[in-house]
């Protein structure tokens, strides 16, 4: 009893507190999401232990450098054996094809399927304000739509984006292409730092692919249940 379009965010800074969430979470969540701060504490053990208990994996590390770079790391991360992994598209198109071809690659050499690569467009915590000293001469929508093309020229699979970025995204990039919404939350929850949410089921109604929740789940008295909560929730979505 789990969907595979819920991805829990593992934001833990230890490996200890992060296998606990996912022993307490059971066969309820099959997806995981491992960010900068766990990703730098526990490192590769922490990949292989999701894979040990059959969990998918998106490594959320947002690389950003030059492409030769970019592509480098992503071998050497390819091999760790994540299901998705994630580039900043401000980095280029050039940086972006690169980053495609290097996983695509490693994975072929391995004899395993390519893990998908997605682009993180704007960071949802920007606000006007900051995005204007950002000195681009568009708006934040239209950026963000801008970088989504840019990052399916580039081959990518899709794009990490807001609920509220996701139905203009699904109009200019086509039916195919992976939207992963974070900012996710149910009706009644705490919004957290969050800004721009929208519930699991809304989310999937304006175009996302796959959700992200983190504390409405981490930070739950019963991890399990608010896990399952979403999974029913978006049954029908
Ligand atoms: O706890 P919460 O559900 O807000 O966690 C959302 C997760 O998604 C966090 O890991 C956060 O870093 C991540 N994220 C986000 N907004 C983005 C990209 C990632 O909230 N634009």
Redesign the pocket.
């Known amino acids: 009893m789990s969907d595979d379009r819920l991805i829990v965010?593992l934001?833990f800074p230890t490996m200890d507190q992060a296998i606990a969430c996912v022993e307490e979470c059971g066969d309820a969540v099959s997806h995981y999401?491992v960010?900068m701060e766990l990703f730098y504490a526990a490192g590769a053990p922490m990949i292989t232990y999701l894979k040990e208990q059959g969990k998918h994996i998106f490594l959320?590390l947002k690389l950003q450098d030059i492409p030769n770079t970019v592509a480098h790391a992503l071998m050497v991360l390819s091999d760790l054996g994540a299901d998705m992994m994630n580039v900043h598209a401000v980095g280029g198109k050039k940086m972006m094809e690169e980053a495609v071809k290097a996983v695509r690659e490693a994975a072929a050499k391995a004899g395993r399927p390519a893990p998908k690569l997605i682009a993180?467009t704007i960071?949802?915590?920007m606000d006007d304000e900051q995005f204007g000293r950002l000195n681009y001469n568009n708006t934040i929508a239209e950026q963000v739509i801008a970088l989504a093309k840019l990052a399916k020229e580039a081959g990518m699979d899709g794009v990490?984006?807001?609920p509220r970025e996701a139905a203009g995204i699904r109009e200019a990039c086509g039916p195919d292409f992976l939207i992963v919404t974070?900012?996710?939350?149910p009706a009644g929850a705490s919004l957290?730092?969050?800004s721009r949410v929208a519930t699991p089921a809304g989310a999937f109604q304006n175009g996302s692919t796959h959700i992200?929740?983190?504390?409405?789940?981490?930070?739950a008295e019963d991890r399990k249940a608010a896990a399952e909560a979403i999974v029913k929730e978006i049954a029908n979505a």
């Open positions: 965010a934001d999401k960010g959320d993180v960071l949802t915590s990490v984006a807001s974070p900012g996710v939350r957290d730092d969050q992200v929740v983190g504390r409405p789940i981490t930070k």
